[in-house]
C-alpha cells in the first residue's frame, strides 16, 4: 500500500505501519516521514471526531480570526493542530476556505459558521457538548 491508501485505511499513518513501509521500501523513516509531513493531508495521529477548519486567510485576519481561534483554543484546551483530550474535536488552520464576505469562518466537518466573535465561536462548541454532537 502507499501512504494514501494507508492513510484512506486508517484516517491516519500509525506509526507500526509506516516503520513496515520502511521494512518494505527500504526507506529511512526519516525520509518515510519527510513525505508524510510534507504533504499535509497525510496525518500522524488520528483526528477526533469532529474537525474544526480556522480560516487564516486575509479577508478573515483582517476580521479577528486571530481573537476567534484563541478563544477555541481556549475552550477546547488544545492546540493548533491538536485534537481534545476527549477525541471530540481537532484543531486546525487553513487558507482561504471561500466564503471571505462571511469573515472570520471556520468550518466545523462540512458546515461553515461565519461573521464569528471569541464569544459566538465559544457557543457553537458548547452547543455540540450540550447538544450531544460531541
Ligand atoms: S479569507 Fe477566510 S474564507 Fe476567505
Known sequence: MHNQ????????????VLDKMCEKTGMFPTQVMGVATFYSQFRLEPTGEHVIKICFGTACHV???????????????????????????TLET?????CCSLAPVIMIDEEAYGRLTPDSARKIIRDYYETGRA
Open 63 to 89: 476580521n479577528g480570526a486571530e481573537k476567534v481561534a484563541d478563544a477555541l483554543a481556549d475552550e477546547l484546551k488544545v492546540e493548533f493542530g491538536g485534537t481534545t483530550k476527549d477525541g471530540k474535536f
Open 5 to 16: 491508501e494507508i492513510q484512506a485505511a486508517y484516517g491516519y499513518l500509525p506509526k507500526d
Open 94 to 98: 487553513v487558507a482561504c476556505l471561500g
